[in-house]
């Protein structure tokens, strides 16, 4: 059997339920360099996911911690899709992907990993990129460090 080690993991998956507080509020309160925050709005942030599916991958998050579709006003959502389509600009500026995944997972059993918090995931696609690794293996591999993504979908949202 192969190993491949993803030391980097351990803390979210030790941490996982553990936290009293809401990984999205704390996000949003602290630094945006630290948090990897590439824009921020007026009722919503985006936010890149620490454990992607692709390369690229953010989430769009209201500001106000809501558990429910249903406890968002107007403003929000309305906000929620014309950031999602600011992104879809951005990402395909910088990484031209061949489509698109956009979603929420609301529940545990269909998939939520935040509960409590809804998020709108954004993620660039390419044929073949659920390759074997993560059909076979249940491995994901990013060929780009977190950092390098912020710093080019920053630099492209702020433009």
């Known amino acids: ?15 996982a339920g553990k936290h009293d507080s809401c990984i999205f509020c704390d996000a949003a309160a602290g630094d945006d360099a630290t948090s990897f925050i590439v824009l921020r709005g007026k009722k919503n942030y985006v936010i890149l996911n620490r454990f992607p599916y692709t390369t690229g991958h953010v989430m769009i998050v209201p500001f106000a911690h809501l558990a429910e579709l249903r406890e968002c006003d107007a403003e929000t959502l309305g906000e929620m899709m014309s950031l999602a389509q600011r992104v879809q600009l951005a990402l395909e500026s910088v990484y031209h992907p061949e489509g698109y995944n956009l ?43 977190l950092a390098t993504t912020y710093e080019k979908l920053r630099g492209a949202l702020q433009a």
């Open 1 to 15: 059997m192969d190993y491949l080690w993803t030391p980097w993991r351990y803390r979210y998956i030790s941490q």
């Open 103 to 145: 979603g929420m997972n609301l529940g545990r059993c269909a998939g939520a990993g935040v509960q409590g918090h809804i998020h709108l995931h954004v993620l660039p696609r390419w044929s073949g990129d659920a390759n074997f690794m993560t059909t076979v293996s249940e491995t994901r591999l990013e060929p780009e460090e």
